[in-house]
């Protein structure tokens, strides 16, 4: 069954991922890391050229190529936007929450986000934190140290016989 880390850009997803697939022993796919292979192209070459809704189909496709797996797979931060790709995640799903202060400063200081282009982190919190709730099988906060969030990740995975 694989494990899911859906949240907000800036939320850690990839770190926290990353650190889950040690600890448990399983392979890590990132899925815009995927997109990027097939694609031939960047995550910010992809939306300039053919716009959001082509890498919303890109990115259902990936979920979908990866859906029978054993895996943590670190999703893009607007998974959460086709209601379709709920359906695919047919293993555990976490999302990591964090405040919008601590995302703000987070993603002042790291890569480039195409869609903060666009919206401001606080429109794109409203949008989708609903949407992270209803996705999520559990909420881990992640506002501080990444091993605090995936210790309390392999707790709740154990509660549940994961």
């Known amino acids: 069954m694989n494990i899911y880390v859906i949240g907000m850009p800036g ?6 991922a990353r650190l889950l697939s040690k ?17 031939h192209m960047w995550i910010n070459e992809i939306f300039e050229r053919v716009g ?11 979920l979908q190529s990866v859906k029978d797996g054993d895996h943590i797979v670190s999703c ?15 293993g555990f799903v976490i999302c990591l ?5 601590t995302l703000r400063t987070r993603l002042d ?3 480039f986000r195409p869609l903060l282009m666009k919206k401001s982190i606080e ?3 409203e949008e989708r934190f609903l949407k992270y709730r209803d996705f999520a099988d559990l909420m881990v ?17 154990k509660e549940r016989g994961i």
Not at 11 to 16: F, H, N, P
Not at 52 to 62: G, I, K, N, Q
Not at 97 to 101: G, H, Q, R, W
């Open 52 to 62: 959001e809704d082509r890498f919303r189909e890109l990115e259902t496709a990936a």
């Open 97 to 101: 929450d964090v405040d919008i202060e």
């Open 23 to 39: 600890a448990l022993g399983r392979t890590l796919i990132d899925l815009d890391a995927l997109i990027e292979k097939e694609a």
């Open 141 to 157: 906060a992640n506002d501080d140290d990444p091993m605090v969030a995936v210790d309390t990740i392999r707790k709740a995975l």
């Open 123 to 125: 429109t794109l919190y």
């Open 76 to 90: 893009g931060g607007g998974i959460v936007t086709r209601k379709e790709n709920k359906a695919l995640m047919t």
């Open 11 to 16: 939320s850690g997803k990839s770190t926290v």
């Open 109 to 111: 200081e790291g890569i």
